[in-house]
């Protein structure tokens, strides 16, 4: 009905009329005239208290008119009741009067209306800026969990803005549970039977407090269709219409609620579809969870708080959301909480969308801490996005704790995932003995799917541990990807910087495992790209367990991809294994396999700790582990390998690496190898330094002692290899060793100098290249200088090549090597420079030397000294370890000291017979300064000559050169 303002007037008696005048205006009719103003003024001030009145009379409502409406009601709940008698047939405005207030009745605000696309039904305060508050009733029913302030039961196409909504401050009793007054919602969604949801809704701008007594049961939003809307009373949708879909709460604030939004939409075995429900721009204050939920259907009982959280509602988006806390809160709590545990096993292909929110949440328990939970539990397919989130998660405890505590956990999942340009920050201070898992990021595992993928792109990721008391166990990683199965997935997680410190103050004490990246897949590719990883500039990782850069495990079918990534951690831990990558895979042989591109620094290692640049031993077809750059230093006493890396595929390759050792270990490696057919291990740059004080460190630049081959070793670049200490027994420092049986392995083209064992104690043996293969082995191109040792030991040696063959059927070729300047200044062995040594003892080797080059020289304060060019292990049976040397340059100028068989010469064998020195052996020159040959006796080189007749070297000679030496007294053969 509309009222006039002649209506107005009539009803006050009012009867006011102008009429033009008749006559000009004179003196007197002027007068008039100013009467009849002040008459009409008085008139205009009744009629502003007519309006007034009429306002008092009419409500506190207006309405658009629409769908036959009254344009006015005295009550926005008289306007919802009208409006739920109403039959729909044009659009529908209902808005509050500015200033207005109101108390809901009891149970709240009930709409059970629907409006359409076309005729939507909006329900509003003024305005955005002026919003009407509306309370919660005081008459709550006693121990009732369904009270609303407003309540949707089976409405659609409605909207809801401008309102705030509160709950009444003389609601104060929560507990018991059967007597609690308080209310539940500020605004809930229901069915209204089981082909009757919710749908289309939306729900916005509006302002939600669920007053000052926290309240376990207190949702700021509440939508499902799984009870009926006044009870708990089980409502399963049987179909799609059943259900809440399709509406949207957007711009929302909402403070003291345990649960900001909540979402329950389907139960086991309901076979729904989609509901495309979307959560935005809402800014949500939680609060403390004093007890235990309410038993609400299908919703996780116990003591959480959250943010946003759903249950089985498919195809869900949350984005642009602000979620913190106020107070300490000691139960579990969530920013956003989206699972589908309750939902039927289906083949639904739906995506969830969790992009841009704010999480700062903090926790001082032993429960659950996570920003993001975002799984898909029995579903098949689907994708699941949460992008673009920036969360900050921070947990303290003096108790014992075992939290877990994830920024963005994607549980168990099915299907897609993608987490890109996610900010996770998560502190953890602990004062007693906890249990820690903790992951900024966790993948979860993927159950089934034939084709599926997952993205972890662009996240920056930060962790801090600090331990004042007790001890901190457990697991922490950055960015984990769970175990994946399917034909055709695909992981990838690249261009993620993830920073990881780990401290201990007082008693505390840190030991557990660290992961900066790791994946437990099984799948067909796998891409680990672009990654920084590191600990916080200035900090330390004090955790004595073991700390990995990156691992990837299980098994690749097509390919693994693991590239430039950067990895800077500093590990002070005194107990546990260091790795800058780990890789155990058992990808397929088919497959293809590349490392290469990375920069890995492993500082500060400390204690028994053992160190790994880079381990691997996955295979696939092309294996590459190439052009990697690390670094590793510290005073760690176990084992350091640069690059550890085995096969059992095709045409594997260990190149263009550079890596540096600077450590304190008992057993130091540059690269270990495993030969494979058409396997190389080319110009890679290896220096490694120990100052280790154990008995005997080992110091080895590349091994390669298993495998098959061919295989070749070959342009690299092994020096500096030194120790500052010895120690007491023999050690061994060598720049390639290899002892592989039956293979066809190749050494060439390399350069190994600048060894050195600065102890004077012990008996260690530096060698150039040690071959302990029984196969075919070519040795050739090889310079070796620059070879020394202080130690003043009685078996101290300085080698260039050794060959130590004890299997049947070696054949080595040595050829064009330069070898030269093997100095032990302080050594008593009488044989201590050794050029070449022919030692195995395998009765078929054969050794074939040609065109070498040795020099060797220099003396020592020992009490007996001296050396040999080469070295052979004598037989009385020809082809016995037999010996083919022809066109060498040996010349030794070592000046001898000391008596018996303290000697210098080019050749020396360890009997008199020589019935293994090949027929063929010949135009070699033989230079020494004590003669050309010793085996028992010295012989010059007219009688060597005569000694082995006359086939044998009757055309060798012994002269010495003139080699140049430059002004560092090296060889200019070894030098350029």
Same mark, same amino acid.
């Given at each position: 009905?509309?009222?006039?303002?002649?209506?107005?007037?009539?009803?006050?008696?009012?009867?006011?009329?102008?009429?033009?005048?008749?006559?000009?205006?004179?003196?007197?009719?002027?007068?008039?005239?100013?009467?009849?103003?002040?008459?009409?003024?008085?008139?205009?001030?009744?009629?502003?208290?007519?309006?007034?009145?009429?306002?008092?009379?009419?409500?506190?409502?207006?309405?658009?008119?629409?769908?036959?409406?009254?344009?006015?009601?005295?009550?926005?709940?008289?306007?919802?009741?009208?409006?739920?008698?109403?039959?729909?047939?044009?659009?529908?405005?209902?808005?509050?009067?500015?200033?207005?207030?109101?108390?809901?009745?009891?149970?709240?605000?009930?709409?059970?209306?629907?409006?359409?696309? $076309?005729?939507?039904?909006?329900?509003?305060?003024?305005?955005?800026?002026?919003?009407?508050?509306?309370?919660?009733?005081?008459?709550?029913?006693?121990?009732?969990?369904?009270?609303?302030?407003?309540?949707?039961?089976?409405?659609?196409?409605?909207?809801?803005?401008?309102?705030?909504?509160?709950?009444?401050?003389?609601?104060?009793?929560?507990?018991?549970?059967? @007597?609690?007054?308080?209310?539940?919602?500020?605004?809930?969604?229901?069915?209204?039977?089981?082909? =009757?949801?919710?749908?289309?809704?939306?729900?916005?701008?509006?302002?939600?407090?669920?007053?000052?007594?926290?309240?376990?049961?207190?949702?700021?939003?509440?939508?499902?269709?799984?009870?009926?809307?006044?009870?708990?009373?089980?409502?399963?949708?049987?179909?799609?219409?059943?259900?809440?879909?399709?509406?949207?709460?957007?711009?929302?604030?909402?403070?003291?609620?345990?649960?900001?939004? +909540?979402?329950?939409?389907?139960?086991?075995?309901?076979?729904?579809?989609?509901?495309?429900?979307?959560?935005?721009?809402?800014?949500? $204050?939680?609060?403390?969870?004093?007890?235990?939920?309410?038993?609400?259907?299908?919703?996780?009982?116990?003591?959480?708080?959250?943010?946003?959280?759903?249950?089985?509602?498919?195809? *869900?988006?949350? #984005?642009?959301?602000?979620?913190? &806390?106020?107070?300490?809160?000691?139960?579990?709590?969530?920013?956003?909480?989206?699972?589908?545990?309750?939902?039927?096993?289906?083949?639904?292909?739906?995506?969830?969308?969790?992009?841009?929110?704010?999480?700062?949440?903090? &926790?001082?328990?032993?429960?659950?801490?996570?920003?993001?939970?975002?799984?898909?539990?029995?579903?098949?397919?689907?994708?699941?996005?949460? =992008?673009?989130?920036?969360?900050?998660?921070?947990?303290?405890?003096?108790?014992?704790?075992?939290? *877990?505590?994830?920024?963005?956990?994607?549980?168990?999942?099915?299907?897609?995932?993608?987490?890109? #340009?996610?900010?996770?920050?998560? !502190?953890?201070?602990?004062?007693?003995?906890?249990?820690?898992?903790?992951?900024?990021?966790?993948?979860?595992?993927?159950?089934?799917?034939?084709?599926?993928?997952?993205?972890?792109?662009?996240?920056?990721?930060?962790?801090?541990?600090?331990?004042?008391?007790?001890?901190?166990?457990?697991?922490?990683?950055?960015?984990?990807?769970? !175990?994946?199965?399917?034909?055709?997935?695909?992981?990838?997680?690249?261009?993620?910087?993830?920073?990881? $410190?780990?401290?201990?103050?007082?008693?505390?004490?840190?030991?557990?495992?660290?992961?900066?990246?790791?994946?437990? /897949?099984?799948?067909? =590719?796998?891409?680990?790209?672009?990654?920084?990883?590191?600990?916080?500039?200035?900090?330390?990782?004090?955790?004595?367990?073991?700390?990995?850069?990156?691992?990837?495990?299980?098994?690749?079918?097509? @390919?693994?991809?693991?590239?430039?990534?950067?990895?800077?951690?500093?590990?002070?831990?005194?107990?546990?294994?260091?790795?800058?990558?780990?890789?155990?895979?058992?990808?397929?042989?088919?497959?293809?396999?590349?490392?290469?591109?990375?920069?890995?620094?492993?500082?500060?290692?400390?204690?028994?700790?053992?160190?790994?640049?880079?381990?691997? #031993?996955?295979?696939?077809?092309?294996?590459?582990?190439?052009?990697?750059?690390?670094?590793?230093?510290?005073?760690?006493?176990?084992?350091?390998?640069?690059?550890?890396?085995?096969?059992? @595929?095709?045409?594997?390759?260990?190149?263009?690496?550079?890596?540096?050792?600077?450590?304190?270990?008992? !057993?130091?490696?540059?690269?270990?190898?495993?030969?494979?057919?058409?396997?190389?291990?080319?110009?890679?740059?290896?220096?490694?330094?120990?100052?280790?004080?154990?008995?005997?460190?080992?110091?080895?630049?590349?091994?390669?002692?298993?495998?098959?081959?061919?295989?070749?070793?070959?342009?690299?670049?092994?020096?500096?290899?030194?120790?500052?200490?010895?120690?007491?027994? @023999? /050690?061994?420092?060598? %720049?390639?060793?290899?002892?592989?049986?039956?293979?066809?392995?190749?050494?060439?083209?390399?350069?190994?100098?600048?060894?050195?064992? %600065?102890?004077?104690?012990?008996?260690?043996?530096?060698?150039?290249?040690?071959?302990?293969?029984?196969?075919?082995?070519?040795?050739?191109?090889?310079?070796?200088?620059?070879?020394? $040792?202080?130690?003043?030991?009685?078996?101290?040696?300085?080698?260039?090549?050794?060959?130590?063959?004890?299997?049947?059927?070696?054949?080595?070729?040595?050829?064009?090597?330069?070898?030269?300047?093997? #100095?032990?200044?302080?050594?008593?062995?009488?044989?201590?420079?050794?050029?070449?040594?022919?030692?195995?003892?395998?009765?078929?080797?054969?050794?074939?030397?040609?065109?070498?080059?040795?020099?060797?020289?220099?003396?020592?304060?020992?009490?007996?000294?001296?050396?040999?060019?080469?070295?052979?292990?004598?037989?009385?049976?020809?082809?016995?370890?037999?010996?083919?040397?022809?066109?060498?340059?040996?010349?030794?100028?070592?000046?001898?000291?000391?008596?018996?068989?303290?000697?210098?010469?080019?050749?020396?064998?360890?009997?008199?017979?020589?019935?293994?020195?090949?027929?063929?052996?010949?135009?070699?020159?033989?230079?020494?300064?004590?003669?050309?040959?010793?085996? +028992?006796?010295?012989?010059?080189?007219?009688?060597?000559?005569?000694?082995?007749?006359?086939?044998?070297?009757?055309?060798?000679?012994?002269?010495?050169?003139?080699?140049?030496?430059?002004?560092?007294?090296?060889?200019?053969?070894?030098?350029?």
């Amino acid at each position: 009905m509309k009222t006039t303002f002649n209506e107005i007037m009539r009803a006050n008696r009012i009867n006011f009329t102008l009429t033009k005048p008749s006559k000009k205006i004179t003196a007197h009719s002027f007068l008039s005239l100013i009467s009849y103003f002040t008459l009409f003024k008085s008139y205009l001030a009744t009629l502003t208290l007519c309006f007034v009145f009429a306002n008092s009379v009419f409500g506190q409502v207006t309405t658009n008119s629409g769908s036959g409406l009254a344009a006015s009601y005295p009550s926005l709940d008289a306007a919802i009741s009208a409006l739920n008698a109403a039959t729909i047939t044009s659009p529908v405005v209902i808005t509050m009067n500015s200033g207005a207030t109101e108390t809901a009745p009891a149970g709240g605000l009930v709409i059970t209306q629907s409006g359409t696309a $076309t005729f939507p039904i909006t329900i509003e305060g003024f305005s955005n800026l002026s919003r009407n508050v509306i309370t919660a009733s005081t008459a709550q029913v006693s121990g009732s969990v369904t009270d609303a302030v407003f309540k949707l039961v089976g409405a659609d196409y409605l909207t809801i803005r401008y309102f705030e909504v509160k709950e009444n401050d003389l609601n104060t009793t929560r507990d018991p549970i059967t @007597s609690n007054n308080k209310t539940e919602f500020g605004i809930a969604l229901m069915a209204n039977s089981a082909t =009757n949801g919710s749908q289309n809704n939306t729900i916005t701008d509006n302002t939600i407090n669920l007053g000052t007594t926290t309240y376990e049961n207190s949702f700021g939003i509440y939508s499902q269709c799984v009870h009926q809307s006044t009870s708990l009373s089980p409502q399963t949708a049987t179909n799609n219409t059943g259900i809440n879909s399709n509406n949207s709460f957007n711009a929302n604030t909402i403070s003291n609620a345990v649960v900001g939004i +909540g979402i329950l939409i389907t139960r086991p075995g309901q076979a729904v579809g989609l509901t495309n429900n979307s959560i935005t721009n809402n800014t949500i $204050t939680l609060i403390p969870s004093p007890g235990t939920f309410a038993n609400y259907i299908d919703w996780l009982p116990g003591q959480r708080s959250s943010g946003i959280e759903t249950r089985s509602v498919l195809g *869900i988006t949350v #984005t642009g959301n602000t979620i913190s &806390q106020t107070g300490n809160i000691l139960n579990a709590v969530y920013g956003i909480n989206i699972t589908h545990i309750q939902f039927p096993l289906n083949t639904l292909n739906y995506t969830e969308t969790v992009n841009n929110n704010n999480i700062t949440l903090s &926790q001082k328990s032993n429960n659950d801490l996570k920003g993001i939970d975002i799984s898909n539990n029995n579903v098949v397919s689907g994708t699941l996005i949460a =992008n673009g989130n920036n969360i900050n998660l921070s947990i303290s405890n003096s108790g014992t704790s075992t939290s *877990i505590v994830r920024g963005i956990d994607f549980g168990v999942i099915a299907g897609n995932i993608s987490a890109t #340009t996610n900010v996770i920050e998560i !502190a953890n201070t602990h004062a007693a003995t906890i249990s820690l898992d903790i992951s900024a990021i966790y993948g979860g595992g993927i159950l089934s799917s034939s084709s599926t993928n997952t993205l972890m792109s662009n996240n920056t990721c930060k962790i801090s541990l600090l331990q004042t008391a007790g001890e901190a166990s457990g697991v922490v990683t950055g960015v984990s990807i769970g !175990a994946v199965a399917g034909a055709n997935t695909s992981i990838n997680a690249t261009t993620n910087t993830v920073e990881i $410190t780990g401290t201990s103050s007082g008693t505390g004490n840190i030991t557990s495992t660290i992961y900066y990246i790791r994946t437990l /897949s099984n799948a067909a =590719n796998l891409s680990l790209t672009d990654n920084v990883l590191k600990t916080t500039t200035g900090g330390e990782i004090k955790t004595t367990g073991s700390v990995y850069g990156i691992q990837h495990i299980q098994k690749f079918s097509s @390919s693994v991809l693991v590239t430039g990534n950067t990895i800077n951690i500093n590990r002070t831990g005194s107990l546990g294994d260091v790795y800058g990558l780990h890789g155990t895979t058992t990808t397929a042989a088919s497959s293809s396999y590349a490392c290469n591109l990375n920069l890995i620094t492993l500082s500060g290692l400390s204690g028994s700790t053992s160190c790994y640049g880079i381990y691997n #031993t996955d295979s696939g077809i092309n294996k590459e582990v190439n052009s990697n750059t690390i670094n590793i230093s510290g005073i760690n006493t176990g084992s350091t390998t640069g690059i550890s890396s085995s096969c059992t @595929s095709l045409n594997p390759s260990t190149s263009n690496n550079i890596i540096s050792i600077s450590t304190s270990s008992s !057993a130091t490696v540059g690269i270990n190898t495993t030969a494979r057919t058409n396997g190389l291990c080319d110009a890679n740059n290896i220096q490694v330094t120990t100052n280790s004080s154990v008995a005997k460190p080992d110091l080895k630049g590349i091994t390669c002692t298993s495998g098959s081959g061919p295989y070749a070793i070959s342009n690299n670049l092994i020096h500096a290899l030194s120790s500052t200490d010895a120690g007491t027994s @023999s /050690s061994e420092i060598s %720049g390639i060793n290899a002892g592989i049986s039956g293979i066809t392995l190749s050494i060439h083209s390399n350069t190994i100098s600048d060894f050195n064992t %600065g102890a004077t104690t012990g008996n260690p043996k530096i060698i150039g290249i040690i071959i302990k293969s029984a196969g075919t082995n070519s040795i050739y191109k090889n310079k070796i200088y620059n070879l020394s $040792t202080s130690a003043t030991g009685v078996a101290t040696g300085v080698e260039g090549i050794n060959i130590n063959t004890s299997n049947t059927g070696a054949i080595n070729t040595i050829y064009n090597n330069i070898i030269g300047n093997l #100095t032990s200044p302080a050594s008593g062995n009488s044989e201590c420079i050794r050029g070449i040594v022919l030692a195995g003892t395998s009765e078929s080797t054969i050794h074939k030397v040609y065109f070498n080059t040795i020099y060797l020289s220099g003396t020592s304060t020992g009490t007996n000294f001296g050396g040999s060019g080469i070295y052979q292990t004598s037989h009385d049976v020809t082809m016995k370890y037999a010996l083919d040397l022809r066109n060498n340059n040996i010349v030794n100028t070592i000046v001898p000291k000391g008596t018996g068989s303290t000697k210098t010469v080019a050749l020396r064998r360890s009997g008199t017979v020589s019935l293994n020195y090949e027929l063929t052996s010949n135009h070699n020159n033989l230079y020494g300064t004590s003669g050309a040959y010793y085996n +028992g006796t010295i012989y010059n080189i007219a009688d060597f000559k005569t000694l082995i007749g006359p086939r044998r070297d009757s055309a060798s000679i012994a002269v010495l050169p003139n080699f140049y030496i430059n002004s560092r007294f090296r060889c200019k053969l070894f030098t350029h």
